[in-house]
């Protein structure tokens, strides 16, 4: 199929495409991987499409204390080959190899993959697990939001009439800290059927886990010493509870067992990975 007629219009700063994006019918695209397909399937048929690849602020990657930046339009490739600093030792690295296929890395971009929110894409789940923070320009100026916030359902975000994302900023991870994350897929390429990201620092006692690709955002446990005995320690991994996993996938609507056990096990092979039980490349 070939998409609805649509105008197109390539702005070169970020305020003049605000002001395109509060015409009606105006869409924003990034690298064009997920708004492509859209269009041609004819799942989306805007008037306007705002391509935002001619803004070089956008691409940019920087350092603030305490954090990295990355521009919206940073590829999963300039991650995944290590053109823009990581947060940590091969952690962003690591889930950007693991993103679709290499042509889908070149043009997908970190802020195109926030904006479409599709619950089982990896920068929505990673970056929960990070405490990632995004950056969002309007008519009325900036602001920021927790990506907890700026995720309001699937396939949904906070952004308003005019308003795009510009920037990410993802805490650095202590020394002592390990990331596993671990999602299970049916084939190489294929959006994930669940997804797992373990965030854990023994030393200081804390953890964050994230189960995604539930149809909703990501299930983020800020304190997730309740899912490994109530206690984050070395060996904490061989704790996990799948059952206060599966009861939070429940409540969060998973009615289907099979299903929340697929996730609880793949949150607990995270989990054995952030404890460095398990290889960093595995995966469900």
């Not at 939070?248 to 998973?254: H, K, P, R, T």
Request: with cysteine; net charge neutral.
């Amino acid at each position: 199929m070939k998409p609805a007629p649509f105008r197109l219009e390539r702005p070169r700063t970020i305020a003049d495409a605000c002001s395109l994006l509060m015409q009606d019918g105006a869409k924003a695209m990034a690298g064009g991987q997920s708004l492509g397909p859209m269009l041609n399937l004819r799942l989306a048929a805007p008037d306007l499409v705002v391509d935002l690849g001619g803004i070089a602020e956008l691409r940019r990657a920087w350092s603030e204390p305490g954090c990295e930046v990355y521009g919206a339009l940073v590829t999963h490739a300039d991650v995944e080959d290590g053109r823009v600093p990581d947060v940590g030792e091969n952690i962003l690295r690591r889930v950007a190899g693991g993103i679709a296929y290499r042509a889908v890395r070149n043009r997908g971009t970190m802020g195109g993959s926030l904006f479409h929110a599709d619950p089982a894409a990896d920068w929505v789940n990673a970056l929960s697990a990070l405490s990632a923070e995004v950056e969002i320009a309007g008519p009325e100026g900036r602001r920021r939001l927790a990506l907890a916030d700026f995720l309001t359902g699937a396939l949904s975000t906070a952004l308003g009439c005019g308003e795009i994302l510009v920037a990410i900023r993802v805490p650095h991870v202590q020394a002592g800290a390990r990331f596993g994350y671990v999602k299970h897929c049916r084939k190489v390429g294929e959006f994930a059927h669940a997804v797992g990201a373990v965030l854990a620092d023994p030393a200081a006692g804390t953890c964050r886990a994230v189960m995604g690709a539930i149809d909703a955002p990501p299930l983020v446990f800020a304190d997730a010493a309740p899912l490994f005995g109530g206690a984050i320690t070395e060996g904490f991994a061989a704790r996990f509870d799948a059952a206060a996993a599966a009861a939070a996938l429940a409540a969060a609507g998973v009615e289907d067992p099979v299903r929340r056990h697929m996730h609880a096990e793949v949150l607990r092979r995270a989990a054995l990975q952030a404890s460095a039980l398990l290889p960093e490349k595995a995966a469900a």
